[in-house]
């Protein structure tokens, strides 16, 4: 059963509720999906029950617009030795008796950012989408007695980040025109 459908099936006589959060993970991937100008992201991780170590099932979900179908992405990631990068964990196809699948090269993208994301949090899920006046950026984390603890992205840090996103954008425009001017003004002397 996939994340979704265990967190559909939770959640299936009652709406989850979510508590407001100001969590690094949660803003870190309200990060990326601003730069990524999807209008939809989704991660997710499972621990493997059957394996012979720890391994963990990821998945992402992207769509591009609204109406977009989704375009899905799969790995398996097993945790590396500490000080090695996390990325070398990830591989695809399935584990052996007589070992594992090689690692693979990870796309360059939102999407192993965001599984990088999951795999070194306590995070199992994350999801953004594009929403008026902000994006909706929330998560789950497993929480005791198998059930999962549902938190949203705080809309006054978004409000915040998103402030000054724009305010580092205009100051970068205002040296850009500076620039462009006193090189006009150089070149005509």
């Known amino acids: 059963m996939s994340l979704r459908e265990r967190l559909e099936a939770l959640t299936e006589h009652r709406e989850p509720v979510f508590e407001l959060s100001d969590d690094p993970t949660l803003v870190a991937f309200s990060k990326l999906f601003a730069q990524s100008e999807l209008f939809a992201l989704e991660a997710s991780k499972r621990i493997r029950v059957d394996a012979f170590s720890t391994t963990y099932d ?3 979900e992207t769509r591009s617009d609204a109406d977009a179908a989704p375009g899905v992405f799969e790995a398996i990631w097993t945790p590396v030795w500490p000080g090695e990068d996390p990325l070398t964990g990830f591989r695809t196809g399935s584990d052996s008796v007589f ?3 090689p690692t693979v090269a990870m796309p360059q993208d939102e999407r192993t950012a965001a599984l990088l994301l999951l795999v070194t949090s306590i995070f199992v899920h994350l999801s953004a989408s594009r929403a008026e006046p902000l994006p909706v950026i929330r998560g789950a984390l497993d929480a005791p007695a198998g059930a999962y603890r549902f938190v949203t992205l705080d809309p006054a840090v978004a409000r915040a980040r998103v402030r000054a996103t724009r305010e580092s954008r205009r100051a970068a425009a205002r040296a850009n ?3 462009d001017v ?6 005509g002397r």
């Open 182 to 187: 006193s090189e006009r003004g150089s070149a």
């Open 58 to 60: 990821c998945e992402t």
């Open 99 to 101: 070992g594992h699948r």
């Open 177 to 179: 025109a500076r620039t």
